[in-house]
């Protein structure tokens, strides 16, 4: 098996030739930090607004290389979240942020084919699957909240056999069903969107770390070791680097997302009756997601990886081999018919964690910053985009004043509180996950340690 940072998505997909660094002085309309996802989106969707910005992206290492390159690429909405939201932000603008979200699903497999990106774009559906009998009808308040606004076809219950005509595994009981949906590979896209950005005139500084942000008046200074970018306004698209920035670094935990890679086995996937390439994902507290790829392997992640300690880098956010031993074990016991079979690949990464699950969009003078994805930023990272690009024109429109933007939340406490109290509640949510599938209940005080983000007004980590 081949362990490593970057995995078998950047290696499919084949990076391409680097952007040398920023070296001098430039000057331009909008500077963006950093080439992930939401860093490029922005500067699709700035250039959407005005094709003759000029924009100038600085990325700390290669564009694509970071989470954006190395996800599950399930390319999800925000229905789900519509019944809670309508409670603070009302009916209307709670479905309307939804139907944003499904257009950019639309928007992304409409940018692979007008820009001929070979991104593997399908539209599946998302099928939420319990394993174990606690898990039984985890969706079901979100399906009922949805219910009573009149919206009866996002998420839909599942019985045990119609899962089955899915996907067969002796592990699956119930499901929700949400229709809308999309998988793409994740490198492919992101090196796809990086040329298709060059080809329009954006300069791209690769191996340009920033060093420095200085506001001045209605203009802003990013500095980077060899060079400065002078512009009218910043976007801060960093993902968990955000908590390097103290204005927002309380509104933002780092954890961890790790995935195992079989060998082709297309027939096991036939025996399975896996062939709809449907994204699947169980309702544990640390989930897992699993899909598979174009030469019929199968990919599965687990977002129960380490808490990382504020801004520094843990070598193991990206490779952690006892998280992908329990990630494969649980791999083999999904699918049984894998015996014998080979996991060729591994790797992981870091999730920028919301209070809410929810991304955030904040401005702070000229800079003009969104984080939080929670490990669902595929499709929502291109809504990020026009968000941001919004922002960062002073436009004042229907996404720059949607709940997400300036949103009220709770804060996560200072390190070394945060990493700490973080690693504390991750390990009683994998125990008590643990305790879920072996049909016991956990210990008092690991179900008392998992009531906590709850408690304190926060919805994690799922």
Not at 42 to 61: M, P
Not at 101 to 126: L, M, N, P, T
Not at 286 to 311: C, E, P, Q, S
Request: glycine share 12%.
């Amino acid at each position: 098996m081949k362990h490593s940072a970057e995995g078998w998505w950047i290696e499919e997909a084949g990076a391409p030739a680097p952007c040398p660094p920023l070296d001098g002085p430039i000057d331009a309309d909008v500077v963006i930090v950093g080439a992930g996802y939401l860093g490029m989106w922005t500067a699709w969707n700035l250039l959407a607004r005005d094709n003759d910005l000029k924009i100038v992206i600085l990325e700390s290492g290669l564009a694509g290389h970071g989470p954006s390159g190395r996800n599950g690429g399930f390319v999800n909405g925000y229905w789900e979240y519509v019944p809670s939201l309508a409670e603070k932000f009302g009916a209307e603008r709670s479905i309307r942020l939804a139907e944003l979200a499904d257009q950019s699903i639309v928007a992304i497999g409409d940018f692979c084919k007008s820009e001929k990106v070979d991104a593997w774009y399908r539209a599946v559906a998302h099928v939420e699957i319990a394993t174990s009998p606690n898990q039984d009808g985890d969706w079901q308040e979100a399906m009922w909240g949805l219910n009573r606004l009149g919206i009866d076809d996002e998420v839909v219950e599942l019985s045990p056999d119609q899962v089955a005509q899915i996907c067969y595994s002796p592990e699956f009981r119930g499901a929700a069903f949400k229709p809308f949906g999309a998988t793409v590979q994740p490198a492919r896209l992101a090196f796809g969107l990086r040329a298709a950005l060059l080809a329009r005139g954006v300069k791209l500084f690769e191996e340009s770390a920033v060093t420095e942000i200085d506001q001045h008046g209605d203009s802003v200074t990013v500095r980077t070791d060899r060079g400065r970018v002078h512009a009218n306004s910043a976007v801060l698209a960093v993902n968990w680097r955000t908590l390097r920035w103290p204005t927002f670094a309380r509104e933002l935990s780092v954890a961890s997302s790790h995935i195992v890679l079989t060998e082709p086995v297309p027939d096991v996937l036939e025996e399975i009756g896996w062939v709809g390439g449907e994204a699947l994902s169980d309702c544990r507290r640390m989930l897992h997601y699993f899909r598979t790829t174009n030469d019929g392997r199968i990919a599965f992640g687990w977002g129960g990886g380490r808490v990382a300690k504020g801004g520094k880098h843990d070598p193991r956010i990206d490779v952690d081999p006892e998280v992908i031993e329990q990630t494969a074990a649980t791999l083999r016991r999904f699918f049984p018919q894998l015996e014998g079979r080979a996991i060729t690949h591994a790797w992981g990464g870091p999730i920028d964690v919301a209070p809410n699950s929810l991304p955030i969009y904040r401005t702070s003078g000229s800079v003009h910053a969104g984080w939080g994805f929670t490990g669902h930023g595929v499709g929502p990272s291109h809504l990020g985009g026009r968000i941001l690009s919004g922002l960062a024109l002073g436009v004042d429109d229907e996404v720059t004043n949607c709940p997400l933007v300036e949103p009220k939340v709770k804060y996560f406490p200072p390190e070394p509180a945060r990493s700490i109290g973080g690693n504390l509640i991750r390990a009683a949510m994998i125990r008590s996950d643990d305790a879920d599938w072996r049909g016991e209940k956990p210990d008092p005080v690991t179900a008392a340690i998992t009531k906590l983000p709850k408690l304190i007004g926060m919805k994690l980590p799922r």
